[in-house]
């Protein structure tokens, strides 16, 4: 599911559509944004290894209710089922932060992006998103000084997108109208501004706290490590290039993509259908895979936009790989 242009807190399009079909979407957001269950939030998952600017910044992701192995941070595996077939799955018993690190130019300044994947086993019935294999970008914008102007999020399929300006960014970097203090985002309220404590010691880390079943994100802040401590049991987290996703390994001594890599999925996960997704929306939105997790990268190498908005004739506007212009288009104005 994705969003759509001119929103300061981005929300369901306003596109027409039969209300029967309307009203089971507008459950199953509902449910999606309400449903929470048991919200045991005592195991948070923290980066371990990787290029230290990476760890510096990389969050401390804490979902709720760990003790459901959907709701964990996994790594992606392959195997192959009874035909021989080989089947894509993530294995909650470890935990993996995907990583890669790139760099923009926005209005006279560089700035670098360092992103972050992570993957769950399944967001279970009957959330609108339910489906195997979904995940979770959280993407962190430095200046030129490598501090934290602006945090991204956003699920692997392109939905839920979320941004989180901190203190450190100039005001007229904000889209016009912003809300300073509060956002709704499909449901779920976080914060207009994230502050950033000074001074900002490397004792200090990003927080994303997720919401049992849907892994949507419902706070972001920082929080000093002796805090942690105090509030989870911590969990070490492997930090791994992104590239790792291409070659996982199979028991037979060969390798497989998390992603398809020919015919008309080219660039989709593997194994992560949403059926309900495909019911209600890809009919309107124009798109059969709607809701499936994707790689994310150049259009002309995946194979696959990973646009944000769901107008059909916005994806390539709102594609987030050229992160320069998606900001735009979303009406940021970095200096």
């Not at 957001?29 to 948070?44: I, K």
């Not at 497989?256 to 890809?282: D, I, Q």
């Not at 259009?299 to 900001?327: I, Q």
């Amino acid at each position: 599911m994705k969003t759509l242009r001119g929103l300061a807190a981005p929300r369901h399009p306003g596109l027409p559509f039969p209300h029967l079909a309307l009203g089971v979407l507008l459950l199953l957001v509902y449910t999606s944004a309400a449903t929470s269950g048991a919200v045991s939030e005592t195991q948070a998952y923290v980066a371990s290894g990787g290029p230290p600017l990476a760890n510096r910044h990389a969050p401390v992701i804490a979902p709720q209710n760990t003790l459901r192995s959907y709701n964990r941070v996994g790594t992606p595996a392959a195997r192959r089922d009874t035909d021989g077939k080989v089947e894509i799955y993530i294995d909650s018993r470890f935990p993996t932060f995907y990583f890669q690190q790139r760099q923009f130019r926005m209005g006279q300044s560089r700035y670098t992006n360092l992103i972050y994947r992570v993957h769950f086993e399944r967001v279970p019935y009957p959330h609108l998103t339910s489906g195997k294999n979904g995940g979770l970008f959280i993407i962190v914008t430095l200046d030129e000084a490598r501090r934290p102007v602006l945090i991204t999020t956003v699920h692997t399929c392109g939905c839920y997108l979320a941004f989180l300006p901190t203190t450190l960014l100039p005001g007229g970097a904000f889209p016009d109208g912003w809300n300073r203090e509060r956002q709704r985002v499909y449901g779920i309220d976080l914060p207009g501004i994230v502050p950033v404590p000074q001074p900002f010691t490397a004792d200090q880390r990003l927080v994303v706290t997720l919401k049992h079943r849907t892994h949507r994100v419902t706070d972001v802040h920082f929080m000093g490590m002796a805090q942690l401590q105090e509030r989870y049991r911590l969990v070490n987290a492997s930090l791994a290039p992104v590239a790792q996703l291409k070659q996982l390994p199979l028991r037979d001594g060969t390798t497989t993509s998390f992603y398809h890599e020919e015919g008309a999925a080219r660039g989709y996960v593997k194994n992560a259908l949403k059926p309900f997704e495909l019911l209600l929306m890809s009919w309107w939105a124009l798109d059969a895979r709607v809701g499936m997790d994707k790689e994310y990268g150049p259009a002309e190498e995946t194979g696959t936009v990973f646009y944000t908005s769901l107008r059909p004739w916005k994806r390539k506007d709102s594609d987030m790989w050229p992160f320069a212009d998606f900001l735009a288009f979303w009406g940021w104005r970095l200096p």
